[in-house]
């Protein structure tokens, strides 16, 4: 009997610490990486050998944000973005991704590895004021959550050759207009690492849980 018993607690040990182990490496390793997106730069080789390729990041900018303050790539270094496209008198797609952006940045409101950018598809409507109408009306914390306009060929150039959100052909003039319901999720290093319909939640839900593995694969790295 008493062997019947030293046996039944062995291999309860044992499964707990099999059970444990599985926990540890599920929550020290990221389960899968995310891919990269968009167009490589052909770049001599390190080593000497050749060249290399790697993909391109996304371009330097300069826009205005809801507090009339002056926005660059700089006010995402070293950080996880989430960025789209929108306008503030769209009643179409546009609600719908505010409010699946919100949800998004209400999920990580306390974490300061993860920011977001709205872009103005109709800078000649969207002033400062009316960003920040539409900001609050959305509760897009500043300094986390920045809405931008701009130089139109600018947001536009950058919407199509850099996010790649949109594949349309234009040249930001009067007549050019881009409409997408496309988000970006960009890493560290200014890459593209995803795509997701901002007006499908259980792609906004994709989204979320891609974020969280992003942030698993920076820690994974650091422990190496």
Known sequence: MKNVVFTVVVLIGAGIAIYLGFISKSIDKPLRYLPYYGNHD????????????????IADFSFIDQKGNI????????????ADYFFCTCQSICPIMSVQMERVAATFKDDADIKFISHTVNPEYDSVN???????????????????????????????????????????????????????????????????????????????????????????????
């Open 71 to 82: 926005v660059t790539q700089d006010n995402f270094k070293d950080k996880i973005y989430v």
């Open 42 to 57: 052909v770049k001599p080789s390190l080593t000497g050998s050749g060249v290399d390729t790697t993909y391109k990041a």
């Open 130 to 224: 009316v960003l920040a109408d539409y900001a609050a009306a959305h509760h897009a914390s500043y300094g986390k959550w920045y809405l931008v306009t701009g130089n139109k060929k600018e947001l536009y150039d950058l919407a199509r050759e850099s996010y790649m959100l949109d594949a349309s052909e234009g040249d930001g003039g009067e007549e050019d207009f881009i409409h997408t319901q496309n988000f970006a999720l960009i890493d560290k290093e200014r890459h593209i690492r995803g795509y997701y319909d901002g007006t499908n939640p259980k792609e906004i839900d994709q989204l979320i849980n891609d974020i969280k593995l992003l942030k698993k694969e920076y820690t994974s790295k650091l422990s190496k």
